[in-house]
Each structure stands twice: as structure tokens, then as C-alpha cells.
């Protein structure tokens, strides 16, 4: 009987104990980069995004930090905004519409994007896979 609980223990040891294993804590601010095409004065979905966010956990100002940029509906400011946002090197960007998603396709192909609000970013020129 002594074999099978030293056998058991070492089993046990090997495994590690619920207590071991713990979800991480987040060790750093998460970075979102968001592209909107309204004007600043129109914060009400960067409202509600905020809210979403805040419903799933991440709280701007402790564990995310959120940079908007609001060119309007102006195709030369959103592609400008675009490149501005990809420079900053957020851990993930956020386009709603479809200029913005197409114009955050255009400026990264290593930063993950997200969208909202646009019904097919694929026609209105965003593509899977860079030009050669």
C-alpha cells in the first residue's frame, strides 16, 4: 500500500497543484489604436466602446490604454491617421468603417485589426494577403 500512495504523490508532484496554476495577471498596459471616421466632438461610440471594453474586463487607464484618432469622413486624413496610429505600435487596432479598416490593412500587415461597422472590408479594399 505504500508503493501506490508514494507513487501517487509523486504523480501528484509532477503534475503541480491547482494552486500552482493560476491565470496570469496582465504584467503590462495593453495598447488599442482605434480609427474612426467621425470628428472628436462625436465621442459617443468611443463611449461605448470604452463601456464594452470596461464590461470585459479591460479598464482604460489600468490595464489598457485606448489612442482615437478622428479624421472625419476625409480619405487623405484617414490613410494619414492610418500610418500615425500603425507608428505608434498599439498591440491591436480597431477600425469602424470601411475606409479605416482599409486603410489600417494597407498600413500593417504585422498588427492585428479588428472592425466594426463595415459589412465587407474585402470590397471596399482591404485584401488578406500584400501585393507583391
Known sequence: ???????ALLGSMAIGSPADVVAQKPDRVRRIGVLMPLTAGDALR??????????????????????????????????????ELVGS???????????????????????PIVFAMSPDPVAGGARSKPEA
Open 1 to 7: 500500500m505504500r508503493r501506490r500512495q508514494f507513487l
Open 46 to 83: 468611443a463611449k461605448i466602446f470604452t463601456q464594452a471594453l470596461q464590461d470585459l474586463g479591460w479598464t482604460e487607464g489600468q490595464n489598457t490604454r485606448i489612442e482615437y484618432r478622428w479624421p472625419g469622413g476625409d480619405i487623405e486624413q484617414i490613410q494619414s491617421l492610418a500610418k
Open 89 to 111: 505600435r498599439p498591440d491591436v487596432l480597431v477600425g469602424f468603417g470601411q475606409a479605416p479598416t482599409a486603410a489600417l490593412q494597407q498600413a500593417t500587415r504585422t498588427i
